[in-house]
Nanobody
Framework: EVQLVESGGGLVQAGGSLRLSCATS????????IGWFRQAPGKEREGLSC????????VYADSVNGRFTISFDNAKNTVFLQMNGLKFEDTAVYHC???????????????????WGQGTQVTVSS
C-alpha cells in the first residue's frame, strides 16, 4: 500500500522557519518524483516544488523560490521541505504527493500526481 505521511507543521511567527517531512512507503522511491503542494482556505491547491528521486533535480514555483528548499533522504525514503522567511500568506495545509518519473520542467501540477498525503497545517502569524 502506497503511503505518504506529512509532519512538521505548526504555528510560527512571520519570518520564522519550519521543516516539513514526507515519509513515503509502498513504492520504489527512486522511480518517482515527490511534489509539495499547499492549499489555503478558499484557494486552489498550489504546486510549490518537486524533487526527482532518480537524480535529485529540483523545480520551484516563483512564490517560494529562494525561501523554500526541497531535499530527500534516500535511505529513509523521506522528502523534506525547509521553509525559511515564512509569511502570513504561506498559511495553508501542505501536502506531499508522488508521481512516476522525473519532475516536470514546469513544476508540479496537481493533476499529474497519483498518490497524496493527508497534509499538515502550517499557520504563520503576522
Amino acid at each position: 500500500e502506497v503511503q505518504l505521511v506529512e509532519s512538521g507543521g505548526g504555528l510560527v511567527q512571520a519570518g520564522g522557519s519550519l521543516r516539513l517531512s514526507c515519509a513515503t512507503s509502498g513504492f520504489t522511491f527512486g522511480d518517482y518524483n515527490i511534489g509539495w503542494f499547499r492549499q489555503a482556505p478558499g484557494k486552489e491547491r498550489e504546486g510549490l516544488s518537486c524533487i526527482s528521486s532518480s537524480d535529485g533535480s529540483t523545480v520551484y514555483a516563483d512564490s517560494v523560490n529562494g525561501r523554500f528548499t526541497i531535499s530527500f533522504d534516500n535511505a529513509k525514503n523521506t522528502v523534506f521541505l525547509q521553509m525559511n522567511g515564512l509569511k502570513f500568506e504561506d498559511t495553508a495545509v501542505y501536502h506531499c504527493a508522488a508521481d512516476l518519473g522525473p519532475c516536470s520542467d514546469y513544476g508540479p501540477s496537481l493533476y499529474e500526481y497519483d498518490y497524496w498525503g493527508q497534509g499538515t497545517q502550517v499557520t504563520v502569524s503576522s
